[in-house]
């Protein structure tokens, strides 16, 4: 069976700040009491509030940004555990489980640009990894800004929350919103199309995506089509985030690298997958 990252811990947490993004969005700060090392983009943590105002299954949040021990994490206000999380106040004790998952697989500067897609809040995965594709990761070959192409989609302007700090990163940032309220009208597979139309972007990319099940299904038919290399950051509900509770299923390609499993676990397999081992396409 597979196991939890041998990095993971169970530990308690205080909250530093908390500060509003978008139009429902928050960014909790948060210091763990064991120490962080520089942790890869893309791997996630399970948080609560050690009281009795979060619900008692702790909720999954991709590790956003990271200054040390002080964890960012950016959060779309959804139902009772976000809720609890964005009304707590500075000094509030959280129970935090990780760092969990596998994240990005190395972003290399040496083969075609890396496309990142970001559905809404599916965007808090992506910070980190432009960051460290800009430096370099694991030895490989740094990517150069052109490389890293972030396209950013979200059903209006108030959920392309901290717009502003991708922008600065210094890498092409395109925009679409479903109503026309932000750059381009549209969802972001439309953009991709449109930027690759016009030449902006090459037809030969490598993609990684993170946003809503539907947005993913789409990127991977894409990605399928055209041949092109695909990793997924999955959102799918979790109950324990350890790979004990078989609450987060992924179908797996028989034809893929993962055998004949029918199922992977997205808390411990993923949440990054390559489309060549899973697939969101019930209908494959
Ligand atoms: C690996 C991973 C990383 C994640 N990273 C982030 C992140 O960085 N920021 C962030 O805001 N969220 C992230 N999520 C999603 C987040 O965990 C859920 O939004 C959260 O658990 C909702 O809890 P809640 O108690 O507020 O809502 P609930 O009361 O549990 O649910 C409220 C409503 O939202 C729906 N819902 C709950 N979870 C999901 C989900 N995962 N996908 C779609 N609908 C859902 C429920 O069906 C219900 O209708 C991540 C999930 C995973 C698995
Ligand atoms: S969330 Fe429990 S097995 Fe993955």
Redesign the pocket.
């Known amino acids: 069976m597979p196991a939890p990252p041998s990095d993971a811990r169970s530990m308690r947490g205080e909250l530093i700040s908390v500060r509003p993004s978008g139009s429902d ?1 928050v960014v909790l700060t948060v210091r763990t009491e064991i120490e962080q090392p520089p942790l890869r983009a893309a791997r ?1 943590f399970m948080l609560r509030r050690d009281d009795r105002l979060s ?1 008692a299954i702790p ?4 590790l ?1 940004r990271q200054n040390g021990s002080e964890l960012e ?11 609890a999380l964005a009304q707590s106040t500075p000094g509030t004790a959280l129970r935090i489980v990780g760092p969990l ?1 596998n994240g990005w697989p190395t972003l290399d500067g040496s083969g075609a640009p890396w496309v990142m897609l970001a559905g809404g ?1 599916g965007s ?2 992506f910070y980190m990894g432009i960051e460290q594709a800009l430096r370099g990761m694991d030895g490989a070959k740094a990517c150069s800004p052109s490389q890293l192409i972030y396209l950013y989609g979200a059903a209006h302007k108030g959920m392309l929350y901290d717009l502003e700090l991708f922008e600065a990163l210094g890498t092409p940032v395109h925009t679409c919103t479903m109503d026309g309220s932000h750059g381009h009208k549209g969802h972001v597979l439309q953009l991709l199309e449109n930027l690759q139309r016009t030449g902006a972007v090459p037809q030969k990319v490598r993609i990684l995506a993170c946003g ?2 539907r947005m993913l299904e789409a990127v991977e038919a894409h990605a399928r089509r055209n041949q092109l290399e695909c990793w997924l ?6 109950g324990c985030g350890v790979g004990i509770c078989n609450g ?1 299923p992924v179908p797996t390609r028989p034809e893929g690298p993962m055998g004949s499993w029918t199922n992977a676990k ?2 411990v397999e ?2 990054v997958f390559s489309t060549e081992a899973v697939t969101m396409c019930h209908a494959h």
């Open positions: 969005g996630f619900p909720r999954p949040f991709s956003y994490f950016l959060i779309k206000v959804m139902g009772q555990g976000t809720k998952g809040i808090a995965p809503p099940e950051s999955l959102e799918t509900m979790m987060c997205a808390c993923g949440p």
